[in-house]
């Protein structure tokens, strides 16, 4: 690799560099870096015969190769063992592409090792990974260390590498692919690790700009929602094939698509025969002045990585002659520049700034021979990570534009700039992140086309934010860690990811990025990142102490570095967000635990005093605080008041809630009442558990648990409520029968007295509504005339714990009741009030099965622009509310709607999704049969004729099974028409007039 001084472009020798004198004194963080330990292979047979002054002779030049090695890629060596070393990138100088700097440090090492006359061989063994990064004492001075599993892992490769060898892990490869050759070692066991571990010998750095590396990439994702991006460029291209050479930068923040969208133009180029001369920046590389564009100059000239200097000058020669130009005594210059010079040819000695111009004259005729003839791109790429020298050169070329053919690209993140960026021949284009739709294509084409990862394209979404580099890391990472079974483009899910994974890769560049700020605007922002995705700049400046007065300062900085914004959210001031989710995880997983611990505390008690509503919608907030801080006890009572105040609002979030407050109580040594809280939870549990689509298999443990506790403490209304809850369970995925049972049992314990008024109300209500599952509708109507005529018994504390208004059920109950016994214009009356409160009276359950209702009255008497009506405002309302329970029902109704208006193909195929939906997600169970009927209704509509048959038989089996008289009769009268035998006992057995008032297809 040649090495030219930055002023004037002359081959020097690079004395070793230093590490840094003054290591910043850090308090503790967790870091992901990479961890390099290095020996002389047989050094204890070298020295054995050596004294120590003789042996640290031997030894020493060896050490000396190491850490010149390390220096050069900014790397700190931390420890100086005998005959090794241990060294760390991306700790305590933050960089991201720590990775690939260890690779080309130990290449290097390797290198020098050769060159030393009679070393032994070095070997080397690097791991990339978190560590607990910080600065120790000793008897002498603080030092910089870091400790972990990755530095054991590092260390065990390097005794694993072969004499001379380099020995990497998966996960270094992984941060270095696009730029190592590597050769798979296979699986080996690790001292200290309970699995094998894939070891790879480094053979080589990959060198070339980057359409080699997504050229050569496997499985590439799809390039979308980048038109108007390539629009300007072909633009740019017209105007320089016209004589007017210019220039276009794209700048973006990293992972954005800038290198990307400049692969798809320049293959384009290449496609139409236009020549594309690329050259790339990399941060490992700013040692070696002008090396991008001696990359540009070698594509000008053809020359490949493998050819040798006297091949590289002929084809030089060969171009030029091609076009007419004559160098002169430039052309010896250019070939030193090159470092292709031929051995027997000196060039003169001259003054530093004669041989920068003369660099700068020969680069600007070079230039312009590059552009007479034909159109050419030059494509350079990551300026940010530019030397001084080449950018000098830049700006010759920049100056040469005028009157060439040339268009040259650029792209650079945010905050780099030059001078010639001023110019009337240059244009810029900032690269937002793709579009929602856009980036959801890619995603979906990324995960393939099996259901079972559509959940995942949310996930994305939010993790991503439309960025290219992150949504692909996301995958990758998902199939790594073993969330994703398949292929690219064909995956199907095995188990949901972390929400807040970070790909090492995205760790790697945020990190950086954040490592990079001042210690006091890193400790703002990781005291932010513990507070939450947004925070309140108030809430922040009670947490962070003495560093208060510069806020206002530290967030101006933050938020122009891209790291958080003001969302201005409410119209207030003050209330700030983190740019992009993981950069808030990246800052807060930086945090040791006990700090972490600490803040979370601390914020705790400070939003229970400035929270508006710390007991109602932000108890889960407070919850999440008090949980992370290390107090479960706090942590559970906030997550029951979370709990009670979703439970008439949000059952999803209302279970998830109960869930959590269990977990935490189940932990704690309780006794005797202090258990009650563990009991409430269970029994919450099984009450929310109907409406998410958990079985009665899936809640019995919550149940027995709970019941178990209340016995033990006697309480029987916790007892009662407990069977009920159990009940509406079994009714959803066991029997009507047993549910009726287990309600009417319950019942019978409790005796009438005034203390128990409220139970017995809710008792009756229950089993009013297993009555009407299993199909007894006359007494199911009694029991509603019971619970409605005592409804004003009810007490609060039993409205919370079933998490919905009674009321308004039984009201509810009592319209299906009505209009399954054809009683429409009574049912009536309920359903238009029902429909007709406003959101705050009727939840979204009630008002839809409103609807529902009114779609199988309209259902009963054919009149189809009804049901259309209410069947479409049954699904808008179950789609809006996300709830798996009521999707069942929406896409039911959406179905016989569809097969009544005579859309049989529709009818069908939207009842088989729905029924699928059901049995898939376990909700609506007690539905079940009833779609089976409707499905085979729709059928038989359709003139299939023997596959409804089959279909109805099914339902009839599954009516049964499940004690669903209605269902069974409705069943009955598709197999055998209104004249069954069956269906007209079943009918006057259960009293359910309206399907009489049916209209039979076979009819």
């Known amino acids: 690799m040649a090495r030219f001084c930055t002023q004037c472009g002359k081959a020097v020798q690079r004395t070793p560099m230093t590490a840094a004198a003054n290591i910043p004194v850090i308090e503790g963080e967790l870091k992901q870096i990479t961890v390099l330990f290095s020996d002389v292979f047989g050094s204890t047979e070298l020295i054995e015969a050596l004294d120590p002054e003789e042996a640290d002779r031997r030894l020493s030049p060896c050490i000396e190769a190491m850490k010149e090695a390390v220096h050069r890629f900014e790397g700190t060596v931390v420890k100086i063992q005998g005959d090794g070393i241990m060294a760390l990138f991306g700790a305590p100088n933050p960089q991201e592409d720590h990775a690939v700097r260890a690779c080309c440090a130990a290449l290097a090492m390797q290198a020098a090792f050769k060159a030393l006359p009679s070393a032994p061989p070095v070997r080397v063994g690097m791991h990339s990974g978190e560590v607990l990064a910080r600065v120790i004492a000793n008897d002498f001075a603080n030092e910089f260390d870091a400790t972990g599993l990755a530095v054991h892992i590092a260390n065990r490769l390097q005794n694993l590498a072969p004499p001379g060898g380099i020995a990497l892990s998966s996960a270094t490869l992984r941060g270095a692919r696009q730029f190592v050759s590597v050769e798979s070692l296979g699986a080996q066991p690790i001292r200290g690790l309970s699995a094998p571990l894939e070891i790879f010998l480094l053979t080589g750095l990959r060198r070339g700009p980057n359409s080699q590396r997504f050229s050569g990439e496997v499985g590439r994702s799809d390039f979308v929602g980048r038109d108007a991006e390539l629009a300007l460029l072909e633009r740019g291209l ?139 791109v030059i494509l350079l790429e990551d300026l940010h990570f530019l030397d001084s020298g080449s950018e000098s050169l830049l700006e010759v070329l920049a100056e040469a534009l005028p009157g060439t053919r040339i268009l040259f690209v650029v792209n650079f993140r945010p905050g780099y700039a030059a001078a010639w960026m001023h110019g009337d021949h240059y244009d810029q284009v900032s690269l937002a992140p793709l579009r929602q739709g856009a980036a959801d294509v890619m995603a979906a084409r990324l995960l393939g086309d099996d259901e079972s990862v559509v959940t995942l394209l949310a996930l994305i979404a939010d993790r991503a934010r439309g960025n290219p580099l992150f949504i692909e890391e996301l995958v990758r990472k998902f199939e790594e860690s073993g969330h994703l079974a398949g292929e690219r483009g064909a995956y199907r899910l095995l188990r949901t990811p972390d929400m807040h994974l970070v790909p090492d890769t995205v760790q790697a560049i945020i990190g950086a990025r954040i490592d990079g700020r001042p210690e006091a605007e890193k400790s703002i922002l990781q005291t932010a990142a513990v507070i939450g995705r947004e925070f309140a700049l108030p809430v922040l400046a009670r947490l962070v102490g003495g560093l208060a007065s510069q806020l206002g300062g530290t967030m101006h900085r933050l938020a122009g ?36 611990r600490t803040l979370h505390a601390s914020v705790a008690a400070e939003l229970e005093k400035t929270l508006p509503d710390p007991n109602g919608a932000q108890a ?252 479409k405002q049954t699904l808008q309302l179950a789609e809006r509310s996300g709830n798996p329970y009521l999707l069942v029902y929406g896409k039911g109704y959406a179905g016989l709607a569809q097969a009544m208006r005579g859309a049989h193909s529709d009818a069908t195929t939207t009842l088989s999704e729905a029924l699928a939906y059901a049995r898939r997600r376990n909700a609506g169970l007690e539905n079940e049969a009833r779609l089976l009927a409707d499905l085979a209704h729709a059928q038989l509509r359709a003139g299939l004729a023997d596959r409804a048959r089959d279909t109805a038989e099914e339902a009839a089996a599954v009516a049964r099974r499940r004690g669903a008289k209605v269902w069974l009769a409705y069943s009955e009268w598709l197999i055998g028409g209104p004249a069954s035998a069956s269906f007209n006992t079943l009918v006057d057995t259960t009293g359910a007039e309206l399907l009489r008032r049916l209209s039979h297809p076979g009819a």
């Not at 000058?313 to 002169?328: F, M, Y």
């Not at 570095?561 to 207030?572: M, S």
């Not at 005339?785 to 504390?797: G, N």
Request: proline share 4%.
């Open 561 to 596: 570095a891209g790291l958080v914004y003001e969302t201005g959210a409410g119209g207030g001031e003050g209330l700030f967000a983190f740019r992009h989710p993981m950069v808030q995880d990246v800052a807060y997983h930086s945090l040791l635990s006990e700090k972490r």
């Open 238 to 376: 017209e105007r320089a094939s016209e004589g007017d050479g210019c220039a276009v930068g794209l700048v973006a923040d990293a992972g954005v698509g800038k290198s990307r969208l400049c692969f798809e133009f320049a293959e384009r180029c290449r496609a139409r025969g236009i020549r594309v001369l690329e050259g790339l920046a990399l941060a490992h590389s700013r040692a070696t002045p002008f090396e991008p564009v001696i990359d540009v100059v070698k594509a000008l000239f053809e020359i490949a990585p493998d050819d040798t200097p006297e091949r590289a000058r002929e084809k030089i020669i060969a171009t030029l002659q091609s076009v007419n130009a004559d160098l002169g005594s430039d052309l010896a210059l250019l070939f030193d520049f090159l470092a292709v010079a031929d051995p027997a040819v000196t060039l003169p000695r001259a003054d530093p700034v004669a041989r920068r111009e003369r660099l700068n004259g020969l680069f600007r005729r070079l230039i312009r021979t590059a552009g007479t003839t034909a159109p050419a």
């Open 620 to 871: 889960n907030f407070l919850a999440y605080h008090w949980e992370e801080a290390g107090n479960p006890l706090q942590a559970a009572s906030y997550s029951m008041k979370a709990g009670t105040w979703h439970g008439t609002r949000d059952p999803a979030q209302a279970l998830e809630a109960w869930k959590r407050a269990r977990r935490l109580l189940i932990g704690l040594p309780l006794q005797g009442p202090q258990r009650y809280p563990l009991l409430m939870a269970s029994g919450q549990i099984v009450n929310l558990a109907w409406r998410e689509g958990l079985t009665a298999v899936d809640v019995e443990p919550y149940y027995a648990e709970a019941l178990a506790i209340a016995r033990e403490l006697h309480d029987m209304r916790a007892v009662t409520l407990l069977t009920a809850a159990y009940g509406r369970a079994l009714a959803a995925s066991g029997s009507a029968e047993d549910y009726v049972a287990t309600v009417t049992e319950a019942l019978a314990t409790v005796d009438d007295s005034v203390r128990n008024a409220s139970l017995r109300v809710v008792l009756t209500a229950i089993q009013c509504h297993a009555l009407r599952l299993s199909g007894d509708l006359s007494h199911a109507l009694e029991a509603n005339d019971r619970a409605l005529a005592r409804v004003q018994d009810i007490d609060e504390v039993d409205q919370q714990t079933l998490g919905f208004s009674i009321a308004i059920w039984i009201n509810g109950m009592r319209a299906q009741i009505l209009a399954m016994m054809g009683r429409f214009d009574e049912a009536r009356l309920l359903l238009d009030a029902l429909i007709a409160s406003d959101e705050a009276t009727v939840d979204v359950l009630h008002r839809l099965l409103a609807h529902a209702t009114q779609c199988d009255i309209a259902w009963a008497l054919g009149d189809v622009g009804l049901l259309e009506n209410h069947s």
